[in-house]
Structure formats: C-alpha cells, structure tokens
C-alpha cells in the first residue's frame, strides 16, 4: 500500500515550495493530496492559480502518514487560524506520525500550536525567535523524530527529497532525485 | 517599464520547471504571464492543476523580453505542436529577443523548429541526440547570446536565477536568490 501525505494550501502559499513537494513526493511513489483550507481554487504567493485536491473538511476523517505545510504569507497564518487542520496537526504529532514545515510554517504554525515543544527545527531566517529552544542553527533541513523542518523555497528541494527518503526509502530517494538532476 | 515573459504551459509539462521561473521572475519583477496552448485549466505532469493566465491566442500579438518554455512530456510535444506558439518562437528567435527551455523543450520544442541552429545549449540526459552539434556537454545552464537552455527539474532554479539576471540584472538576481535562500 502507497504511503500517503497530505500537503495543504492557502492564499499566499508559497508555490515553488509547495510544488517541489508534490513534484518529489509523486515521483517517488506517495500518494499526496493537495488540500485547501479555504476555496478549491487558490492564488498562491507569487500568483500562480492552483485547483487543490480537495478541500480539507473531506480530509479530515482520513490519516496521513505526513502532513506537510509549505511556508509563505500570509497562506502559513491561514493555515495556522484552521481549526480543522490544526486538530489534524495535534492528532499527527501525537500519534508519532510525521508532520513537516517549510519556511514562515514552522515558526507561524507549529510553534503557535506548542508543536515544536520538545523538538529540533529551522524556518526562515528571521523567524527564529518563533521557535526558541528548538531553534537549531546552521542546518538547512532538521529531521527530529517525527518532525522535518526546514527554511525557504532554496532548500525546498532538500526538504521534499528528505521526505521522500522517510516515507519511501533511502534507494527510492536517491532514484528520484537522480532522475530529477537533484543529486 | 517592467520587463516582460510569456511561459507557455500544456497538458503534462513539468510544473516544478514552470513554477521555478514563474516564482522567481516574478521575484525579479518581471511581468510574466502564464499561458496555455490548450484550455485554460492545466493539469501538469505530476498531476498539479494549475489555470493559466491566458490562452496564447490572446498572447500572440504580444511582444516579450523573453519566451521561456517548461520541459516535462507529453507537455513539451503540446508545446511544439502549437502553431501560435512556433510562430511566436521563430518571430523571437529572428528578432533576437530572449528565448528559453528546459529539460526535452529544448530538444521537443527548439531543435524542432530549427530554433537551436547556431547556437550552443544543452537539454535532459538521452535527448542530446536531438541537438546534434549545439549540444554542449557538463553545462547546466548554457546561454548563447539569446539562446537559454538547462537540463531538467534539478537545474530549474539556476536557469530561472539566470534568466532574472538577464532581465533585471545581476543585483536584482543575487538579491532574488538570497531572499530565497537559493545563492
Ligand atoms: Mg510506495
Ligand atoms: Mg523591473
């Protein structure tokens, strides 16, 4: 059975890391669904009009074994202000599932819902103070447990390609990002 | 007045190479319009549905500093057969005003229509073939004068930072790329 990942969206989304995401994920054999907290039609950070999946209520009765929030503003304070995505976040984290963030998200997202407490992670530069304690320095992408954080659409690539190596393997990875030229 | 680009879209082109330089241009300050050969609704190769801006036709009396095609298949074959588009290429091309392509465009698209004669580029590994003596090896990105080609999804960040500094300069370029953490 595919693993399987939600990504969900909101105005202002940032799409290039949203789309490596899903770009990377799908290659590597993860059934991904693209969700918006809002209309099924969003207009993301720099413009690019995305159709979602699905909206996320049809989501929420389903478990993921990630969720993956991309950064960008103001879609991570959309994100951040859904109630029914953050009680997804809460179950996640708690189940020992993997939950992950890019950018303005762990700082704007995780941190607001106390889903860095106890954590390793990064975000944009800038937000740092947003996580504290668990701001860990130098790192493009942090791994710690259940929880892939990492900083903006320049490690985006990075980040998807960890993802993939977590949920679909090491050799299933490394394959995706040769046939991406990403290596 | 702003620089301008048109980036075509179809049916399974590779939506991380066209949301790279839609993201990053637009960064940039670039006015770039997204636009579909076909309908206006796209659903790209891994599956991303995006909408376009416009459809070509009403792009066609338009000129643009630049004319950036996505890879991805069966997009980039979509792309080639668009009439209104190879004229518009050609027209580009003889005007010396920029044109680019990534990943199969440049063997699909370009060296279909005669548009990689004299000029140097590169393209996806196994298509070098289609380029036959403009293919240049272990580049990148290769520009020739305004002939701009890249590789693949790998790569799409490095052509689309090279197509910004072409555009809007070297300084606007680097300061795109730090604040997305992409130097
Ligand atoms: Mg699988
Ligand atoms: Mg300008």
Redesign the interface.
Known sequence: MSKTALLPIAEGS???EA??V???L??AGTELT?ASVADI?VTMS????????APIEVCSGNEYDLIVLPGGMPGAEHLRDSRILTEMLKTQAEAGRLYAAICASPAIVLASHGLMAGKKGTC??GLEHSLADSYLEGE?VVADGNCITS?????A?AFALKLAEMLEGKDTAENT?RG????
Request: aromatic fraction near 2%; avoid cysteine.
């Open positions: 940032e799409e290039l789309i490596t899903v770009d990377v799908r290659r693209i039609s720099r413009g690019t009009k995305l159709v979602a999946d944009y530069p493009d900083r903006g659409p320049g490690t690539m990002a991406m030229l990403a290596e």
